[in-house]
Every structure is written in C-alpha cells, then in structure tokens.
C-alpha cells in the first residue's frame, strides 16, 4: 500500500488591531486541519518586517491600523514578494475602500461581519489564483467609466521623487525595492494619468502641488 499523499496547510498569517477580531479568526482557522495560523500581528509595520521569515501563503489584512495601514502595508509586501495573497479584512463596505484595495493588489476584500465559513472560502480562492469578494464588496468591482483611477500612497511617493529629478535608479535605492519595481510604478502612474513622458509627470506634479509636498489630489 502506498502511504497518502500529504498536504501541506496553508500558512496564514491575521494583522488586526483588535484582538478579539484577530483571536476570534485564529480560533475559527485553527479548526480545519488544513490550515496553520503562523502569526497574528497587530500592524501593517510588524506585517512587513516579519512576513518573509513566516512565509504566509495567505495574509489576511486589517485596513485601519496604527503605524502602517493595511493598504501600504499591501503594496510594500507585493513588491517584496509578487506572489503573495493578500485579503483585506474591513468593517467599510464603502466602493472607495474597496476599489482602493483591489487597485493597491489584494486579491480579496472581506467584511468582518461574514459567515465564518465564508473567510475560509476566501482563503481557498485566492490560493487557487483567483478574486474572491464577499457578497457586500462585489457590487464595487468595476470602477466608474468616468473616474480616473488614483495613485496609490507609493506611486504618489515615487512620482514625487521623480519630479525631483530622481532617476529611476536612486527611487530604488531610496525606497529599498528593485529597479524593475520602480520601472513598473513609473508606468502605472503614467497609465493613470494619462501621461507619456517624464517631462509631462514633473509638470503634473508641479501643477498639483506635489513638489510642495500638498499631495496628489485626483
């Protein structure tokens, strides 16, 4: 007889502020075998410091937390490592926040207030590679046809250090990501500006008051 083949549980690790939210879906994921909670951090900061020494398959991701929120806590995560699954765990079933999710590279959105069995259908989505939203968030996948899509927190940080005359090159050593990264923010900026040169991001910038460090408002 051939011994069964053994599956390996999916790692997943749960960062909320609330410990009785992030205990409560511990306790809920312990009890299927097929999965192991590796840890439950309480900010997007302890997220990015420790997920590659965990190594999650899935990270299930509060919005609002102190030091680092989830939503740039996802995006320096997905540039470290692409591959990573990210859920977003919300009370907000505000279209904003979760185009704002999707558009920062989560491949699920989550209220708190679901089935708990339905966090565990999320978790087996995403895994196999596809969107999972609860019934509450789909309604907001498809953003309007007449609104432009916005920069996120990083896109809106390298557009600023490229208006200074950065190149590509220095934003990667500054910001401790990879050129290729760098090169990818770069385009997606100017997809969502609907800009095509260097010269027409600087002067976006200066019109927007980016260089004066007000923000990019759009």
Sequence with gaps: MHDPIKVMPIKVMIVD????????????????????????????????????????????????????????ATEII???????????LSMHDNPEYISSALSHGAMGYLLKDVPTDEIKLAIDTVMQGAQYLCTGAQGSLQPKDDERESLTE???????????GQSNKE????????????????????RKLGISSTAGLTRYAMEHGVLQGTGVRL
């Design 17 to 72: 502020d609330h410990p009785m939210v992030a205990e409560g879906i511990q306790s809920i994921l312990e009890s299927y075998d097929d999965v192991d909670v590796v840890a439950c951090l309480s900010n997007g900061r302890a997220a990015i410091d420790q997920f590659e020494a965990l190594d999650p398959d899935v990270i299930l991701m509060d919005l609002n937390m102190p030091e680092i929120g989830g939503l740039s």
């Design 171 to 190: 934003v990667a050593l500054t910001l401790d990501i990879s050129v290729r990264t760098v090169e990818t923010h770069r385009k997606n900026i100017k």
């Design 78 to 88: 997905l540039e470290r490592r692409p591959g990573t699954r990210i859920v977003i």
């Design 154 to 164: 990083r896109e809106q940080t390298i557009l600023l250090q490229l208006a200074q």
